[in-house]
């Protein structure tokens, strides 16, 4: 009797322990399907917004080669290379340096400006606290919140406008982002749109699915801007992103 009950809950130990092995190992592996999801689904989204992106860049040499502006196209060409290729790079990656987000949104801006002759300027400021080289970013991920402010802010403007970039830390060291134009503001963006089906940004839903399922904490706020006259000045995009 004695061996049977020592025998019994050896045989109870060891099928526990494997029962145990067993649900542990499932749930490595749902742990390992879920992360590769959640990285198809990035990568879904960033080959949703890539060519979308180039397609935009793309319209945007177009008024050159058909004007034959061989001076013009050329720089504009060489410009567009090198957005091309920084695309190419960075989305191969989940995260790219801050400073390489940089210079790629710079020359997305550089053609743009071009394209709409000048129709805005811009300024890219970056706090000195943030070491650009090491902070680390989604590839593309402010560039459609300055795609939406030049086609449905400034385009619209019947004067010249400006787009400004601050990129700040908080106290959590998570990114601050601030997209801020001088443009016609949402409400008329919205009249014109009924009227309007040229341009429709894509880039933005995409976006904000991307920074959600990287982090629930990231956040976007959108913020409309008045003077004192209560007329609309423009629109401010916020993001915070988690590092």
Not at 44 to 70: C, E, G, W
Not at 112 to 122: I, Q, S
Not at 146 to 152: K, L
Request: aromatic share 8%.
């Amino acid at each position: 009797t004695f061996w049977f009950i020592g025998l019994v809950v050896v045989l109870l130990l060891i099928t526990t322990y494997f029962i145990s092995r067993y649900f542990i190992n499932q749930e490595k592996i749902k742990g390992i399907l879920k992360s590769d999801i959640k990285e198809a689904e990035m990568q879904t989204l960033r080959s949703q917004m890539n060519p979308h992106f180039m397609f935009n860049s793309l319209n945007s040499i177009n008024s050159y080669i058909i004007q034959s502006k061989s001076n013009e196209a050329s720089k504009y060409l060489t410009t567009f290379s090198k957005l091309m290729r920084s695309i190419l790079d960075n989305s191969k990656h989940r995260t790219i340096p801050l400073d390489k987000e940089i210079k790629t949104l710079d020359w997305y801006l550089q053609l743009e400006a071009v394209r709409l002759e000048h129709k805005f300027t811009y300024t890219i400021h970056c706090s000195d606290e943030i070491d650009r080289e090491t902070t680390q970013i989604p590839p593309l991920i402010i560039q459609p919140f300055v795609e939406n402010a030049i086609w449905h802010g400034i385009q619209n403007k019947s004067s010249k406008g400006h787009i400004t970039i601050q990129i700040d830390s908080d106290e959590n060291e998570n990114l601050k982002i601030s997209v801020t134009d001088d443009g016609i503001g949402r409400t008329a963006s919205a009249l014109l749109k009924k009227n309007q089906t040229t341009h429709k940004s894509y880039g933005i839903d995409i976006t904000i699915n991307r920074l959600q399922m990287l982090d629930p904490t990231n956040s976007i706020n959108i913020i409309d801007l008045y003077d004192d006259t209560n007329q609309s000045k423009g629109t401010q995009v916020l993001l915070t992103i988690s590092c």
